[in-house]
Antibody, heavy 123, light 112 residues
Framework: QVTLKESGPGILQPSQTLSLTCTFSGFSLSTYGMGVGWIRQPSGKGLEWLANIWWDDDKYYNPSLKNRLTISKDTSNNQAFLKITNVDTADTATYYC???????????????WGQGVMVTVSS | DVVLTQTPPTLSATIGQSVSISCRSSQSLLDSDGDTYLNWLLQRPGQSPQLLIYSVSNLESGVPNRFSGSGSETDFTLKISGVEAEDLGVYYCMQATHAPYTFGAGTKLELK
């Protein structure tokens, strides 16, 4: 059974660094073809893809957030991480992690999602 | 960035009615590997998005077969053949062919 769960600070102040953790089970990020992505959603709004990390440590970022994002993983503890530097109120959102499975004949992006973690940036 | 335009933005349906949602892409979603990475997701109120359809027409495991996807290149459709109460929520199309991945603005399905 595949599960993912996000965790984060809840509230932080502008200019701080947001650190998010995705703890998952039912798959391994050391398995060829597996990946984890981060997606966020401001309250009442749509979805925005942020970054992916793959089994081979390949990383892809949304250029709209320029150099503020860093994605990483800890395969031994089944975790993926996302850091966002210099946050401001526009980063207030629910943050999701989701699995990518490209081991199948037809690769499947974001087949399992976490419950999301709400992050508020406020002074 | 690829822009996905979903129509209609809101859809009112009765239980049992069949409905369709359109997703049009600003560029072809056919990847160089031959696959087309266009997915459909449903976000029920207060819940995380849930994958329904991947790569245009592949039904995700556990998803009822009243959901179907079709299309190619830039025009895609999600059809629900007989809406049920549990289908209410916001439907998103999403593309993973071109980076950055992008989502449509969503179609809200509500009861008439």
């Amino acid at each position: 059974q595949v599960t993912l769960k996000e965790s984060g600070p809840g509230i932080l102040q502008p200019s701080q660094t947001l650190s998010l953790t995705c703890t998952f089970s039912g798959f391994s990020l050391s398995t060829y073809g597996m990946g984890v992505g981060w997606i966020r959603q401001p309250s009442g709004k749509g979805l925005e893809w942020l970054a992916n990390i793959w089994w081979d440590d390949d990383k892809y970022y949304n250029p709209s957030l320029k150099n503020r994002l860093t994605i990483s993983k800890d395969t031994s503890n089944n975790q993926a991480f996302l850091k966002i530097t210099n946050v401001d109120t526009a980063d207030t959102a629910t943050y999701y992690c989701a699995r990518i499975d490209s081991t199948t004949v037809v690769p499947c992006y974001f087949d399992y999602w976490g419950q999301g973690v709400m992050v508020t940036v406020s002074s | 960035d690829v822009v996905l335009t979903q129509t209609p933005p809101t859809l009112s349906a009765t239980i049992g009615q069949s409905v369709s949602i359109s997703c049009r892409s600003s560029q072809s979603l056919l990847d160089s590997d031959g696959d087309t990475y266009l997915n459909w997701l449903l976000q029920r109120p207060g819940q995380s998005p849930q994958l329904l359809i991947y790569s245009v027409s592949n039904l995700e495991s556990g998803v009822p077969n009243r959901f179907s996807g079709s299309g190619s290149e830039t025009d895609f459709t999600l059809k629900i053949s007989g809406v049920e109460a549990e289908d209410l929520g916001v439907y998103y199309c999403m593309q993973a062919t071109h980076a950055p991945y992008t989502f449509g603005a969503g179609t809200k399905l509500e009861l008439k």
